[in-house]
């Protein structure tokens, strides 16, 4: 009989946990308390707790209660994969915004925002540079009187696209190139990052450039900010001193500036309500998990938790690849390490220490994407084995190397092999311009031109064998 696996959540690692139980015989039951889209199955389905059964140091099982239209349900579980992620409870500070309950106009949280006609003809402020304030100050642009976008310690602003034209993630997270960022000090990656950075937009000219350049921030995708801000529908201001009633001050000036709207895009906190604190604790904004993913100290590894995380890379193939270790482990195929192990790695990444090579994640749940996941595939014998490839497929191992690390690459070995993987790696270009080239012309190669790529791969070449060696 299959492991029965309740899974509390059906967005993107949910999704991702049902599909992975699902390859591994599991039989998966998913509860999603909206009934939106991202839902699966059971709609608007409130997990109220999940508890150890009485036998739970012999059979590992769990409790899963419920509410659904106001009637409660209890079903018991072999396993239970949480993943309700980081974006589950709105962070709304009032407390640091004196003034705030005097204001007359209208105020709430970004997740309240839908559409911007509610800016039409209005005196808008956005409190916070994410990519959730970012985007709305520039929706509001379109139709508000004046948009405010106010933040505290400024952030990286970067384009999709990167140069020539290339998508920015498929440039930048490569193998090669996460290479390099670990094996530099941590000073000169930043300084490289900053000055690329600055080659597309000088910060310091648009009030955006972060106070502390060290640590690294989430990257801001926008690549209609800086018109908005140059043309004078978007203006940056640093943090707010002061609310009143129909006005903010900002810190640094004595102008008071009419307001109608304020949106605080100021991010999430997350919390397990259905969980015990002896289960999952969480603290100073990280919960205590192997990996992001397993609690330590249980006597029976059968609850873990998927998307609790934030790489440095697309969430979706991260999500996914916890998974596709988190079912081996709730099947009991793979093993996880002695108590004391997970413990001393666990209390080492809270410690937060810089190793001073690479980029700095000291930020709560901050992780190097390719690293971390190569770590995961490790586990399940899915990573890709780059020098055995060199020897039998040279150009396949160049590309995996060289080129956009896609998730095709975590499928080209170990359970969830796919047979398609190396060609769509070897390809991948080619779709991703099809949309583009809506008019193609031929360009006949310079002599020049063709002696540079034949000099680029001979380096290219070296490059291989000193890495190797």
């Known amino acids: 009989m299959a492991k029965r696996v309740a899974i509390v959540g059906a967005g993107v690692s949910g999704l991702a946990s049902i599909k992975c139980c699902l390859e591994e015989g599991l039989e998966p039951t998913c509860f999603e308390r909206s009934d939106d889209l991202g839902g699966l199955w059971r709609f608007t389905t409130k997990v109220c707790s999940v508890t150890k059964c009485s036998d739970f140091t012999v059979s590992g099982q769990w409790e899963v209660v419920t509410m659904h239209e106001e009637k409660q349900a209890s079903a018991i579980f072999d396993a239970v994969m949480v993943c309700t992620g980081f974006l589950t409870n709105p962070y709304l500070p009032l407390d640091s915004f004196p003034g705030i309950n ?45 948009v405010f976008l106010s933040t505290t310690g400024g952030g990286w602003v970067i384009s999709r696209i990167s140069d020539s034209g290339y998508p920015w993630d498929m440039v930048f997270m490569t193998r090669f190139q996460n290479m390099l960022r670990n094996s530099l000090p941590t000073p000169i990656v930043t300084w490289l990052m900053a000055r690329k950075i600055n080659n597309w937009l000088n910060h310091a000219n648009y009030g955006l450039i972060p106070e502390d350049r060290t640590q690294l921030k989430e990257f801001v995708l926008n690549d209609e900010l800086p018109g908005r801000i140059i043309t004078g529908k978007v203006f940056i201001r640093p943090s707010i001193k002061e609310v009143k009633e129909n006005s903010v001050m900002f810190n640094n000036t004595s102008k008071e500036e009419p307001i109608d709207i304020i949106v605080f895009a100021t991010g999430y906190a997350f919390a397990f309500p259905f969980l015990d604190e002896s289960v999952v604790k969480v603290e100073d904004g990280q919960a205590s998990l192997y990996k992001y993913i ?15 995380i934030k790489p440095l890379g697309s969430m979706i193939p991260t999500g996914e690849t916890q998974a ?15 108590p004391s ?37 490790t586990y399940i014998n899915a990573k890709p084995k780059l020098f055995s490839m060199l020897l039998t497929d040279p150009h396949l191992a160049l590309t995996v190397f060289f080129g956009p690390c896609s998730p095709y690459q975590f499928r080209l070995t170990g359970p969830g092999k796919w047979e398609g993987a190396r060609n769509a790696i070897m390809t991948q270009w080619d779709r991703t311009f099809k949309v583009t080239k809506g008019r193609v012309v031929q360009e006949s190669p310079s002599p020049f031109e063709s002696f540079l790529k034949l000099f680029s791969f001979l380096a290219l070449l070296v490059a291989i064998f000193l890495i190797f060696l």
Not at 324 to 338: E, F, I, M, T, Y
């Open 324 to 338: 596709r270790w988190a079912v081996r482990v709730l099947k009991g195929v793979n093993k996880l390490p002695p």
């Open 294 to 308: 397993f609690p330590a100290h249980l006597q029976k590894p059968t609850l873990a938790i998927i998307g609790l």
């Open 341 to 377: 192990v997970m413990i001393e790695e666990i209390n080492a990444r809270r410690e937060n220490k810089p190793s001073w090579f690479g980029l700095c994640y000291c930020k709560a749940l901050q992780s190097d994407y390719i690293t971390y996941i190569d770590e995961l595939l």
């Open 102 to 146: 005097a204001f007359k106009g209208q105020y709430f949280h970004s997740r309240q925002y839908k559409h911007p006609d509610i800016f039409k003809d209005k005196r808008v402020l956005v409190i916070g540079m994410g990519n959730s304030g970012t985007d709305i100050a520039v929706e509001a642009s379109h139709l508000a009187e004046k």
